[in-house]
């Protein structure tokens, strides 16, 4: 069942019980390694009227704290025991949500595959042979998988919207700083944020809209943002060029985004295209995000701490970015900036694919596209990145094609927009244009 339809039932008097036992039989059933730990115990679900998310089974990333639980970031050293729960999870609980367990995840969440070395690689229920994206990769697949309705991830370059996409479901990336990141592990400060994965719009919003909010004790959370715009359909998409149409992106995918925007069209939505050259990835990406990684990872890697085979290298490669290059960075950013205030005064969103491509095969570097092979990263990463250092909302919707897993597009809006694109996401899903389909088959015995 979605999770608003299992809270409507436990605020109707049913029993907030049963979801969450048959949450946690499938996680303890599944072999997709989506989970690093699984709670035996839980919290007391009392009687009557609980919230918005009342019983829900949750799954959360195992990078934000929760109050006597080991965080690992999905690493091979990292085990603090959280003295205090993150914001995010304080808010989940009081809305009536009951957290199941902790997902796997790339590493630190410095990465695209959730293959990882200390826990085991992720592995995505269309193909247990592939991998779901990352970083949150094993959110994305229990909500996928069947197990559970919501999970919670984190985005700092796509972290949501990547895996949402490579395991057919949706994914919401907010504007940076609306939703706190006190008590999540940091990657980027900066750019991260943390955001809900899930079948449904509907879903997403009411997700959404427990755990938006300030924080205290969070310097990047935005106290005096602007109030929630209120919900409605716009009817102007830009199409970006050449961030559309160049990189590596498969052609299907191309085929599938086209055909999309001729709906939009048909269902009277203005699509335009716009140029925006200096919008294309990836700019200096990596050394505005890889400056403030090496920050956080800078003493455990003079301490030669364990790290894997793949983000070990990344970090000591970040280590190396000069200050006059993250200067740099820092200039390049107030630049797309710029662009991107300049395109939403003539359009009201801006919509590209999700992924370049939507099969990565675990073990493997390459990925195939037209023919040739190609890093996986940049193929994952090349609409998603450069949106967090946008700092704009972004919605990542599986197109209601045939597919395995269908190809997926991406919306993004101004600026505390994010109302704005779940009235659009709400509007495209009754009108069939998109929507979750899961595998056929669970991948549990």
Known sequence: ??????????????????????????????????????????????????????????????????????????????????????PVVKRLQAAGAVIVGRTNLHEFAYGFSSENEWFGPVRNPWDPDTSPGGSSGGSAVAVAAGLTPVAIGTDTGGSVRVPAAMCGIMGLKVTHGRIPLTGVFPLAPSLDTVGPLATTVQDIS????????????????????????????????????????????DPAVISAFDDFTGALESLGFDVVEIELPDLVPWGMINELAGAQAARVHRRWMMEDRPYGAEVGPRIAKAMEVSIDELADALSWQAGVRHRAVEAFRSVDLLATPSVGALRKTIGEELVTIA??????????????????????????????????????????????????????????????????RLPQEPWWH
């Not at 436990?10 to 949450?23: F, L």
């Not at 007391?44 to 089974?57: M, N, W, Y």
């Open 371 to 436: 023919g040739e092979e190609v890093s996986y990263r940049p193929a994952l990463s090349w609409f998603s990145a450069l949106v967090n250092h946008l700092g704009t909302p972004a919605l990542s919707l599986p197109l209601a094609i045939d597919g395995s897993p269908p190809p997926s597009i991406q919306l993004m809006a101004r600026w505390w927009n994010e109302e704005t694109l779940l009235a659009v996401g709400r509007r495209l899903e009754r009108e069939g244009l998109v929507g979750s």
């Open 206 to 249: 009411i997700t959404y809209r427990v755990l938006r909010g300030p924080d205290a004790d969070d310097p990047w959370s935005r106290p005096a943002a602007p109030m929630p715009v209120a919900a409605h359909v716009p009817t102007r998409v830009g199409i970006p060029r050449p961030w559309v149409g160049t990189g590596p992106v």
């Open 1 to 86: 069942m979605p999770a608003h339809a299992i809270a409507e039932a436990v605020n109707g008097g049913g029993s907030a019980d049963d979801p969450v036992r048959q949450a946690q039989r499938a996680i303890e059933a599944s072999d997709l390694n989506a989970f690093t730990s699984v709670h035996a115990q839980r919290q007391r679900v009392p009687d009557g009227r609980l919230g918005p998310l009342a019983g829900v089974p949750v799954a959360l990333k195992d990078i934000i704290d929760e109050a006597g639980i080991v965080t690992t970031a999905g690493s091979g050293f990292l085990r603090d025991v959280a003295e205090r729960s993150a």
